[in-house]
């Protein structure tokens, strides 16, 4: 079993930044996917980016703006959050899938931008 913790949520302006972290209970491997996703209200949760490994995926939604990077060093995968809009408003979610196949999610952290 993996334990991830999602911190960095806050609320910002438009046009600001915010940087995401998810902290995993043990050493990321290069096999795992690690996923972000999110949820505003009312609407279904979305893929917003994952990692695994060097490769890095995002939606179109958020590419150009957000970037994902990881510190092995850590057990860290952050989420760099720029040009933030209202429409970026949602609760944040890492999930860790594991080489193995188990997916593990983290109790997610509310980002809130104000237009």
């Known amino acids: 079993q993996v334990q991830l913790v999602e911190s960095g949520g806050g609320l910002v302006q438009a046009g600001g930044s915010l940087r995401l972290s998810c902290v995993a209970s043990?050493?990321?491997?290069?096999?795992?996917?690690i996923y972000w996703y999110r949820e505003a209200p009312w609407k279904e949760r979305e893929w917003v980016t994952s990692?695994?490994?060097?490769?890095?995926n995002y939606s179109d939604s958020v590419k150009g703006r957000f970037t994902v990077s990881r510190d092995d060093a850590k057990n860290t995968v952050y989420l760099q959050m720029n040009n933030l809009k209202a429409e970026d408003t949602a609760v944040y979610y890492c999930?860790?899938?594991?080489?193995?196949?188990?997916?593990?999610w983290g109790q997610g952290t509310q980002v809130t931008v104000s237009s």
């Open positions: 999930k860790i899938r594991t080489w193995s196949g188990y997916d593990y």
């Open positions: 043990r050493y990321i491997f290069n096999d795992d996917i």
């Open positions: 990692v695994t490994g060097v490769h890095t």
